[in-house]
């Protein structure tokens, strides 16, 4: 086999690959009689709304939790892209900041957090004879997630992990689709920035939120400003690619941060990552 006879095999396999994941995932939601869709507008919750529209048409509903920990770009973008396609969308707001027990950040912070958003999607799942539905992947599971427990309490579903679909297949599936949040980069709740232990608080989400569109807005599009000491020391994050760029911009990324209301603005030399702050759990009291 020639290498152009290769290439080709190779696309048509990961053609019929996409195919596959977007017939299990149409299968699985039409198991369901009705869809609340816990929808915050990234790849895997736009993913789901849009396919549950398509399959349950009326019978689905995503709903945007808001919050301090929402930033106001996610939420204008899931609004944008629910508009875009017709997709039957509510805002909700929800309490977790007022609630003790989130604002404490232990270990535990995205139980309380998923426990308000299930508080304020019951009633409208109730009304509409529906099941709650979450954006989970199969990725997700071996993270650390306290909010699969509050999900499996309240009998809440995630038809991406029952469909079998990994973070590559969301994007991939997506991508065939042509929905625009396909190659969107994770963007978790800004309370997953604020470093266990240290209160979350509405004035430290606001400062990790102007920080990261100050620094989007000097060209860094994967960017995290990890909050410490009490919200007084900002932890910057971006790729290590780009670190030499922040070393060029250095005076700009210290104004930016302090700006925002950070009394000290450090650089991560180990790079951006998913879920750095988890390293500390280990380092926690045991409950």
Do not use: W
């Not at 006879?5 to 039409?30: F, I």
């Not at 290590?240 to 009394?263: C, K, W, Y």
């Amino acid at each position: 086999m020639s290498g152009a006879e290769e290439r080709m095999s190779g696309a048509k396999e990961r053609v019929s690959a996409v195919r596959d994941a977007m017939d299990r995932l149409t299968a699985r939601l039409r198991r369901e009689n009705g869809l609340v869709v816990a929808y915050s507008g990234g790849a895997d919750s736009a993913l789901l709304a849009f396919a549950a529209a398509r399959v349950l048409g009326a019978r689905a509903l995503a709903v945007t939790a808001v919050s301090p920990s929402l930033a106001a770009a996610e939420r204008a973008a899931a609004r944008a892209f629910a508009r875009s396609h017709d997709l039957a969308h509510l805002e909700v707001c929800t309490d977790e900041a007022d609630r003790p027990e989130y604002a404490a950040n232990g270990p535990d912070r995205c139980y309380h957090c998923k426990s308000a958003l299930f508080d304020a999607l019951a009633p409208l799942a109730a009304a509409m004879g529906a099941r709650i539905a979450l954006g989970t992947n199969l990725d997700d599971l071996g993270d650390h997630r306290p909010g699969q427990r509050a999900a499996a309490e309240r009998g809440a579903v995630a038809p991406l992990v029952d469909a079998g679909l990994t973070k590559a297949d969301v994007r991939a599936v997506s991508r065939e689709l042509g929905l625009v949040t396909a190659d969107k980069p994770a963007a978790p709740c800004l309370a997953s920035r604020v470093s266990y232990g240290d209160p979350v608080t509405p004035e430290v989400l606001r400062r990790i939120e102007t920080a990261e569109a100050a620094l989007r807005d000097l060209g860094f599009a994967v960017c995290r400003v990890r909050a410490h000491a009490g919200g007084t020391l900002a932890r910057v994050e971006v790729p290590r690619a780009e670190i030499p760029r922040v070393s060029e911009l250095r005076e700009r990324v210290d104004a930016a941060v302090r700006g925002a209301g950070f009394t000290f603005c450090s650089l991560d030399l180990s790079g951006f990552a998913s879920g750095r702050l988890n390293a500390l759990l280990p380092l926690l009291p045991s409950s």
